[in-house]
Each structure stands twice: as C-alpha cells, then as structure tokens.
C-alpha cells in the first residue's frame, strides 16, 4: 500500500498541463524535428513520474485484491480519475507512446480513450485541441464533465436539435411521372418543375394545385428549370441535348427559338439576377452563358473537365457558380468567363445543385455524398479558397424568395416544401480558423490547405461527415431522426496558441 500511495503523490505533485513544452499543435509527435519528443521526455518526465504512470494501478489492484485499500488512498484514487489529474497522465502516456497501459481502472475514460486512440497517439497537444474539446461539446464522457471549467478555447460543436422539430412539410404536389427539379418563381407564387415525361409543369405554390396545362416540347426528360427575375418567363433544360428553351410562363408557350450549342445533355441552367443572361450547364463538360434577349451566346465556353450538373448566379450577377461530378465546385467570373480561384474541392459525389439565398448570406448544396449542406456564402467569397464538401440526399434544392423555405425533389414523384427557421438564425459568428481552409484525410484529420503539414483538428469517425469544410454553417443530415450539427470556431486556439486551450487552476 505504501507504493501505491507513493505513486498517487508522485502523480498528482509531478503531472501538468504541456509538461514537454510543444510549441505546437500541427504537427505530430513523430513530425517534430526540433528536440524529438524521445529527448523532451527524457527530460520533463522524471523517472519516478513514468514508473508512477505505468504502474500505479498496479499496485492499486494489488491492494486491493489483498483487503489492503484504506479510505486515504481510496479518496486519493478518486480524486486522480476525476481531477485534471487524470487527463494530464493520459497526456503522459501519449508522450511515452504506452497509451496502451490505459487499464480498467476507469472504464468511461478508457473507452473514451480507446475511440480517440488515432489522435492522442499521433499528436498529444490533440489530447486537448481536438478529443478533450469534442467529448467536452458532445457531452461523450460523464466522468470528465468536471474538467469542461479547464477548458478555454477550443471549437464547440452544437446538435441544433431533431430535424423534424425545425423542418415541416407545408404543401405536397403530386405529379404522374418522376420530378428532376425544381425552382420557385421569384414572386413566390409559382413553382415550376421538370418532369422525366419530357414536360415541364407549373404549381400554385399557395394552394398546391396545378396552373395550366404541362409545357410541351422537349424530346427527352427535362433536367433542370428556372424562372426570370420578373417571373413572365421559363427556361428549361434537357436530355434532348443541343437545346435550352424558353417558354412564357402565362401562355406555356415557347419564346423563340432554342438556344442551341451544347454538344450534351444540358444537365442545369439559370437566369441571372439582372435578367440579361441564361447560363447552362452540360454533360459537355462546359458552362455556356447566353443573351436573354436574343438567344444569341456569349463569349466563349467555360472549360470545366467533367460533367456540369449544376449552375447558379449570384445575387449581383458577377459570379457563376457551377458544381460537377468531379466533386468539385468551380466559380467564374460573368464578365469575362474567368475562373475566380481554383477548384473548390473535397466533395465524395458528384455535386447535383447548388443555390444562392435571395439575401445572398447562403448557398445551399446538394450532392450524391447523400446530404443537404449550408454554406455562408460571404465567407466563402472573402476567403476566395475552395469549399471541400457537401451533402444533399443526392435531391435538387431550391430557396424560397423570403428566405424560409426549402424545396427538395425526390424520386417517389412527390414534391415537398419545407419551413427552414433554422436557416434564419444568425450563425455569423460560426466562421473557420483565420485564414485557413481545411482538407480532411482519410484517418479524419483536418489539415491547412495552404500547409498540407499542418494538422487543424482530428474528428471521431461519427462527425467526419459534417465537417469537410470549416467554413460550413450548418449540416443537414439524411437521417431527420439525427440532430443537424453546426460548429463554432470563434474561440478555437490551435498551432502556436494551442496552450490557451487550457486553464490550469
């Protein structure tokens, strides 16, 4: 008993926060050159310390096989595994590389350990930055919710509740064929779909009832719709591959003659805000920008290198956005048919949809990945640097003119509204670390796409899903019986700040 409670001692007087002084939280233990970790051990962890770390439920469980545990080192072996004590051994440990003497001492802590193993093996700064911040917002581990009063900066991760408390179904139109897509007319009165049957089909979207007879004139399925800015016309797009056409949305006929140029299925198109160009989007591997007025093109082409299954302008026209199945989204300058930036990359699918909210704070996206992903969109455009996932049930998406509501189009011929308050509330302050934009890897970290080295934060396997971009504002996720996850970086301390992410007293 007497070793025992010499190690206690040695444990909770010798044990701090950082006690071999890495500078660092972006690299890994095995990454850092300057005065390796072998030698800062040797040097910080006297040899009393490691014994006591490796040993001292040893000869705990000794005692206590041998009727030998008093109540003094009972209240010294509580006090360890539920005081920082206990996260400062397993940061010893990590720095040791025998995380693995982790016993059965503290069954919550172990498993807790267990499922963090990848990161506090490979990085122990991420001990804190990552496995202790994300336990501590999830709520994972009962036993250490006394050390959340230890931590200071460090990202926070909020479930925004069930997914059905804050999505309802308003209005559901029926149709006889499957639906492609879908958009609102900007006056809010109509919504106007593509139809596999090769008609396009316009609803009252107050009343769910049908307007009119189907637009017919497309000789295959119609892939994408989308009204003018002053809602009097329609352009639709189609597997009938060279053309785009135009058709009034009072009469249902065709406006002119098609728009004809395109090499493939025209898989998206839209108008822009200012009511001068249709922009397209097809199979040929292009994006093609024509005169509203005249049908005429403008300018040439714009090369992507896959298949373009979605468009978008922004609010001020001067953007195109575009989404492929290259799982990248590319951004173009409308002037002059430039790329803004590289490939926004990252995406697991091909991305279906992409759209701008009317008050141009969000883009939501949809892509075969199987989620539905909001974006802040005046980050995304400030930064300039690429956006590195989404998801959408692999549906197309469309916004409602006063920003609450959502439309999704489904297979099973049924086309749904929903109410989005959540997408309201204000989440300005959820932006990623300064100046850094994230890839994640296949062991779930977060790395700087400027220092492909550096290391942001490590994710348990459940939340790789929602965090492919720091710049993510919410994720909405295929299962509604799952909360939606949003992120808060606003206070998250990580490289050569990562010591503030702790408060030792």
Same mark, same amino acid.
């Given at each position: 008993?007497?070793?025992?409670?010499?190690?206690?001692?040695?444990?909770?007087?010798?044990?701090?926060?950082?006690?071999?002084?890495?500078?660092?939280?972006?690299?890994?233990?095995?990454?850092?050159?300057?005065?390796?970790?072998?030698?800062?051990?040797?040097?910080?962890?006297?040899?009393?310390?490691?014994?006591?770390?490796?040993?001292?439920?040893?000869?705990?469980?000794?005692?206590?096989?041998?009727?030998?545990?008093?109540?003094?080192?009972?209240?010294?072996?509580?006090?360890?595994?539920?005081?920082?004590?206990?996260?400062?051994?397993?940061?010893?440990?990590?720095?040791?590389?025998?995380?693995?003497?982790?016993?059965?001492?503290?069954?919550?802590?172990?498993?807790?350990?267990?499922?963090?193993?990848?990161?506090?093996?490979?990085?122990?700064?991420?001990?804190?930055?990552?496995?202790?911040?994300?336990?501590?917002?999830?709520?994972?581990?009962?036993?250490?919710?006394?050390?959340?009063?230890?931590?200071?900066?460090?990202?926070?991760?909020?479930?925004?509740?069930?997914?059905?408390?804050?999505?309802?179904?308003?209005?559901?139109?029926?149709?006889?064929?499957?639906?492609?897509?879908?958009?609102?007319?900007?006056?809010?009165?109509?919504?106007?779909?593509?139809?596999?049957?090769?008609?396009?089909?316009?609803?009252?979207?107050?009343?769910?009832?049908?307007?009119?007879?189907?637009?017919?004139?497309?000789?295959?399925?119609?892939?994408?719709?989308?009204?003018?800015?002053?809602?009097?016309?329609?352009?639709?797009?189609?597997?009938?591959?060279?053309?785009?056409?135009?058709?009034?949305?009072?009469?249902?006929?065709?406006?002119?003659?098609?728009?004809?140029?395109?090499? *493939?299925?025209?898989?998206? #198109? !839209?108008?822009?805000?200012? $009511?001068?160009? /249709? &922009? @397209? %989007?097809? +199979?040929?591997? =292009?994006?093609?920008?024509?005169?509203?007025?005249?049908?005429?093109?403008?300018?040439?082409?714009?090369?992507?290198? *896959?298949?373009?299954?979605? #468009? !978008?302008?922004?609010?001020? $026209?001067?953007? /195109? &956005? @575009? %989404?492929? +199945?290259?799982? =990248?989204?590319?951004?173009?300058?409308?002037?002059?048919?430039?790329?803004?930036?590289?490939?926004?990359?990252?995406?697991?699918?091909?991305?279906?949809?992409?759209?701008?909210?009317?008050?141009?704070?969000?883009?939501?996206?949809?892509?075969?990945?199987?989620?539905?992903?909001?974006?802040?969109?005046?980050?995304?455009?400030?930064?300039?640097?690429?956006?590195?996932?989404?998801?959408?049930?692999?549906?197309?998406?469309?916004?409602?003119?006063?920003?609450?509501?959502?439309?999704?189009?489904?297979?099973?011929?049924?086309?749904?509204?929903?109410?989005?308050?959540?997408?309201?509330?204000?989440?300005?302050?959820?932006?990623?670390?300064?100046?850094?934009?994230?890839?994640?890897?296949?062991?779930?970290?977060?790395?700087?796409?400027?220092?492909?080295?550096?290391?942001?934060?490590?994710?348990?396997?459940?939340?790789?899903?929602?965090?492919?971009?720091?710049?993510?504002?919410?994720?909405?996720?295929?299962?509604?019986?799952?909360?939606?996850?949003?992120?808060?970086?606003?206070?998250?301390?990580?490289?050569?700040?990562?010591?503030?992410?702790?408060?030792?007293?």
């Amino acid at each position: 008993m007497r070793v025992s409670k010499i190690c206690m001692k040695v444990l909770t007087s010798e044990l701090k926060f950082n006690i071999c002084e890495l500078e660092t939280s972006c690299l890994k233990n095995s990454d850092v050159v300057e005065y390796p970790i072998d030698q800062r051990v040797a040097k910080f962890i006297s040899l009393r310390l490691q014994y006591s770390c490796l040993y001292w439920s040893n000869h705990v469980n000794t005692c206590a096989s041998n009727s030998q545990v008093n109540s003094d080192l009972k209240e010294k072996v509580l006090m360890f595994g539920t005081q920082k004590w206990l996260i400062y051994w397993i940061e010893c440990l990590s720095l040791m590389g025998k995380l693995q003497q982790y016993t059965e001492s503290f069954e919550n802590a172990r498993k807790w350990a267990e499922e963090h193993d990848v990161t506090i093996n490979k990085s122990t700064a991420h001990l804190y930055v990552s496995a202790l911040a994300i336990a501590s917002s999830l709520q994972q581990v009962d036993g250490f919710q006394i050390l959340k009063k230890h931590l200071k900066k460090v990202v926070k991760i909020e479930k925004q509740g069930q997914l059905r408390k804050w999505l309802g179904a308003v209005k559901i139109m029926h149709c006889s064929s499957h639906i492609s897509c879908v958009a609102y007319s900007p006056n809010g009165r109509h919504i106007v779909a593509g139809i596999y049957d090769k008609s396009v089909r316009i609803w009252d979207s107050q009343t769910g009832q049908p307007v009119g007879q189907p637009l017919q004139g497309h000789t295959s399925q119609v892939n994408s719709v989308a009204y003018s800015p002053d809602s009097r016309h329609i352009v639709s797009g189609s597997d009938d591959k060279t053309r785009v056409r135009i058709w009034d949305s009072q009469t249902g006929q065709p406006v002119g003659q098609p728009l004809q140029g395109h090499t *493939a299925w025209v898989r998206s #198109v !839209a108008y822009s805000p200012d $009511s001068r160009h /249709i &922009v @397209s %989007g097809s +199979d040929d591997k =292009t994006v093609r920008i024509w005169d509203s007025q005249t049908g005429q093109p403008v300018g040439q082409p714009l090369q992507g290198t *896959a298949w373009v299954r979605s #468009v !978008a302008c922004s609010p001020d $026209s001067r953007h /195109i &956005v @575009s %989404g492929s +199945d290259d799982h =990248t989204i590319r951004i173009w300058d409308s002037q002059t048919g430039q790329p803004v930036g590289q490939p926004l990359q990252g995406h697991t699918g091909g991305v279906l949809s992409v759209a701008y909210s009317p008050d141009s704070r969000y883009i939501v996206s949809g892509s075969f990945d199987n989620t539905v992903r909001v974006w802040d969109s005046q980050i995304v455009q400030r930064m300039g640097r690429p956006l590195q996932s989404h998801t959408a049930p692999g549906r197309p998406v469309a916004y409602h003119p006063d920003s609450n509501g959502l439309e999704l189009s489904s297979s099973a011929d049924i086309l749904t509204t929903f109410q989005s308050n959540l997408l309201r509330q204000d989440v300005s302050h959820v932006h990623s670390p300064p100046d850094h934009s994230c890839g994640i890897d296949s062991e779930g970290w977060l790395h700087s796409l400027q220092c492909p080295s550096d290391q942001i934060l490590w994710l348990p396997q459940q939340l790789r899903g929602c965090f492919q971009d720091t710049r993510q504002v919410l994720t909405i996720p295929p299962d509604a019986e799952k909360a939606a996850i949003k992120v808060d970086w606003s206070n998250f301390a990580f490289g050569q700040q990562w010591t503030e992410t702790w408060a030792d007293d």
